[in-house]
């Protein structure tokens, strides 16, 4: 693995699956052993050939961290050890409460903030709203439900939301049709803070209970950022529950040069993150940080009989992570992001945030340089939203984009701005150079400029 890493860029970014391949992954159950180094170069011809892509410099298509070496043997060594770290009295949940430590000194929430690891910022969203659902209600509503409500539960989220939120607000009980989804402004794509006021308002004064509203710290579609810090003085002013979706951007508040454009992310009552996006550690490790680690108790702890403490011996221990959510049967996660921060340092893996948003800068300035090309959303952070010149239907757009997954040179993906499909660099690997932009820049143009369909044997080279 450690060869394959080294060797990224001598292989496409992507390769389809052949239809042979795919057949021997519908063989019926092993029922005897085989030789393990037989297994290994089954692994070798057939499993690693095919995977997402995520770890080439030119992979840009959705926002999928990139990995390192480190944490690839810490993922490895949390194999060997394979706690369950859903709770008892071991050192594995004391790493853990250093990550949530860590957390909190990265949003700026007080050191006796809660913190718990998750698979990723949907799993974390969706405790930031049952957190903010017990705010609102008590954590009676564990038990007495929400039929007996004579009142409506609304929340408030743009229309830029990533649409995990929409689902956490359906898994809650509280339906989508009480999310209200805020319009953004047309140049930043962010939240209009004066709909918002009124929208609260009218709420009110129809008789329903505004109970929270979710900021957006980096939009998965463009990077645009919510203002933060106007929505914490209204969810204050309100007294509204504030959740921060900080799965795209809140490793930015680990660079001196990012952290201002997430002005009020530290007056978060939640917020979601991903250690496995910006933060480069394998898949999966997603964290939802609460300022009121007692409220976070509340909603999830339980006195299960098995789940009982002792003062000392293996059920020591007060507060276990099975208490703050849903698992109980839960990894080592916490290894490899005291691994990642141990070995290379919170103000390195700042620094390749920065990186990747000047990457994304230098892509822009290309772009504008080429004139076959046009932006269709501001750059913000690392994202990079663009289209043919001229193009409107969006049907070249998306043919440019799968030529690129076939030929294998790049992996940039089609998102929807203002209903149109645009082409999407989400330029999230901290191996991403400068001379990576410019292949890039370099393949779309070529295919651009070509006539006809991809050629087929460059589809049978990838």
């Known amino acids: 693995m450690i060869d394959y890493l080294q060797t990224l860029r001598d292989r496409p970014v992507w390769r389809e699956t052949p239809e042979h391949v795919r057949e021997r992954f519908r063989h019926a159950l092993p029922r005897g052993p085989r030789p393990f180094g037989d297994v290994l170069k089954e692994f070798e011809a057939y499993v690693r050939p095919y995977v997402t892509g995520n770890g080439h410099p030119l992979f840009m298509g959705w926002v999928h961290g990139a990995g390192t070496p480190v944490g690839m043997i810490a993922d490895m060594l949390a194999a060997g050890l394979n706690p369950n770290c859903g709770g008892r009295n071991h050192i594995g949940i004391d790493v853990e409460r250093q990550a949530a430590l860590w957390v909190a000194e990265i949003l700026g929430f007080p050191r006796q903030s809660s913190g ?66 805020i319009p953004v402004d047309s140049s930043r794509r962010t939240l209009r803070t004066d709909i918002l006021v009124d929208r609260i308002e009218e709420d009110r004064a129809a008789g329903h209970v505004p109970f929270l509203v979710v900021g957006t710290a980096g939009t998965v579609n463009s990077g645009a950022i919510d203002p933060l810090d106007e929505i914490a003085e209204i969810a204050s002013a309100k007294g509204l529950w504030f959740h921060v979706d900080g799965a795209i951007g809140a490793a930015a508040m680990l660079s001196p040069a990012l952290r201002p454009l997430m002005k009020g992310l530290e007056r978060a009552d939640s917020a979601a993150l991903d250690f496995h996006k910006w933060m480069h550690v394998p898949y999966d490790a997603g964290f939802v940080s609460v300022r009121d680690a007692s409220l976070h108790l509340d909603t999830f702890a339980s006195e299960a009989a098995y789940l009982s403490r002792a003062k000392v011996g293996l059920a020591g221990g007060d507060v276990w992570p099975c208490d703050l959510g849903p698992d109980l049967s839960r990894g080592f996660r916490a290894l490899k992001v005291w691994f990642a921060f141990q070995t290379y340092g919170a103000d390195r893996i700042g620094k390749c945030a920065e990186k990747n948003c000047l990457a994304a800068t230098y892509l822009a300035e290309r772009l504008a340089e080429d004139g076959s090309f046009e932006l269709r959303a501001p750059v913000v952070l690392n994202i990079v939203c663009f289209g043919i010149k001229g193009e409107r239907s969006g049907r070249a757009n998306r043919t440019l984009v799968e030529r ?52 087929v044997e460059a589809i049978a080279s990838s």
Request: charged share 20%; glycine share 8%.
């Open 116 to 181: 718990l690891f998750v698979t990723g910022s949907s799993m974390a969203n969706l405790i930031g709203v049952l957190v903010a659902r017990s705010s609102a209600l008590g954590s009676e509503v564990r038990t007495t439900g929400l039929q007996g409500l004579k009142q409506r539960l609304v929340a408030y989220a743009s229309s830029e939301t990533h649409h995990c939120i929409v689902r956490a607000i359906e898994i809650a009980g509280l339906g989508s049709d009480n999310l209200r989804v």
């Open 404 to 455: 690129l997954h076939l030929s294998g040179r790049a992996a940039p993906s089609v998102t929807y701005l203002d209903a149109q499909p645009v082409i999407r660099a989400a330029i999230v690997n901290h191996r991403t150079t400068r001379e990576d932009i410019d292949e890039f820049v370099r393949a779309i143009g070529e295919l651009v400029s070509s006539e006809g369909p991809l050629p």
